[in-house]
């Protein structure tokens, strides 16, 4: 009797997308106050946090990736509003852009073009299939962007979302000491390095540098964004791919 | 309400970027042409409404909860990880390293010549 109740509550949980969103909130819940607790270490960030425990919830339990999304595809869908919305933290750094407009833009372009060239480059030589090369390009934007780019260039959008993240991370830990090692003082260049590198995850790192390094990434990894957007379909092409 | 109007807003601005990437059929994804296509009319408008700033608060400040079903995607892709994962890690680490000292070399050289200038010129 009891097992056939349970099995009738787990027929219904795994047929609606209730148990998927929430226990997607409340992994992230969990991660956040985790991450706070840390004092923002990023090796603890709250998306491989939160991720990793869902991940292990889905194998201890045998649910598949496909049942899971029905729930965790309503706060993926968000990503579409919040990419949009990066449009106003651009506009409030606007006099900042027209002041160092020609610098920035000279350093976005041949940055993203770098990033790109640099990661499909390293694969292959080291023998990443085509797919991994593809997925890897465009990892120094921000995910919501980056997955639709991979996307449209023949990657693995779920593969370059993790690959996003990693690369925020070690922007996050190593940037502001590999920046100080090639004697780079000026808080507005560093903060353009890490915004054009490693977007968000590097930004949100940058602010603990200085508001100045902060505002200069997130303005860099809005600007990133949609310049990658623009040139990797053609980069990608030009490289034959 | 104000959350509910600026969320309105940013899905209109989505909805017509999705729309016009594939009318047009530009390479750009549907949200990022909706995304510069809001930054063109703040332009024009020269102003943010409060409803739009505090909608676009609210998702950018949990940017990260947004990733995690993503991120939970990488279990379809363990068995790729598996046989890829050292040229995938040094790839990650190597391109992260060159594009960091890159973008500021360009940026100290591009903002040295431009300071140099101003000051030749007076």
Known sequence: MGNNDLNAIWIYLSASPLAGLTITLMAYVAAQNLYQKFNHNPLLHPVVIAAGMLIGFLHLTNTPYADYFKGGQYVHFLLGPATV??????????????????????????GVCVAAISSITIAQFLGA????????????????????????????????????????????????????????????????????????????RAFQV???????????????????????????????? | MQFVNGLTILLFYQLIGEISVRWLGL?????VLGMIMLF??????????????????????HLSLLFIPAGV??????????????????????????TLIFSALVMLFMSKLMTGKENSNG
């Open chain 2, 27 to 31: 390479p750009v994804p549907g949200p």
């Open chain 1, 85 to 110: 919305a990066l449009a106003i933290p651009m506009y409030q750094q606007l006099s900042k852009i027209k002041k160092m407009w020609l610098p920035i833009s000279v350093a976005l372009i041949s």
């Open chain 1, 210 to 241: 200085s508001s100045e390094m902060g505002a200069f990434s997130g303005l860099a990894m809005a600007m990133a964004t949609f310049t990658t957007a623009f040139i990797l379909p053609y980069l990608v092409r030009w490289l034959g791919m």
């Open chain 2, 40 to 61: 063109i009319t703040l332009l024009i408008k020269g102003s943010i409404s409060k409803s739009l700033e505090g909608a676009s608060t609210t998702l950018l400040s």
């Open chain 1, 129 to 204: 299939t085509v797919e991994t090369q593809l997925s890897l390009a465009p990892k120094s934007v921000t995910a919501p962007v980056a997955m639709a780019i991979s996307e449209q260039i023949g990657g693995l959008p779920s593969l370059t979302a993790v690959l996003v993240v990693v690369t925020g991370i070690l922007g996050a830990i190593f940037g502001t000491k590999i920046l100080s090692l090639i004697n780079i003082k000026d808080d507005s260049i560093k903060g353009i390095a890490m915004g054009i590198t490693a977007h968000g995850i590097g930004t949100a």
């Open chain 2, 73 to 98: 995607g990488m279990m379809v892709h363990v068995e790729r990880i598996a046989n890829e994962w050292l040229s995938i890690s040094i790839a990650l680490l190597l391109s992260t390293a060159i």
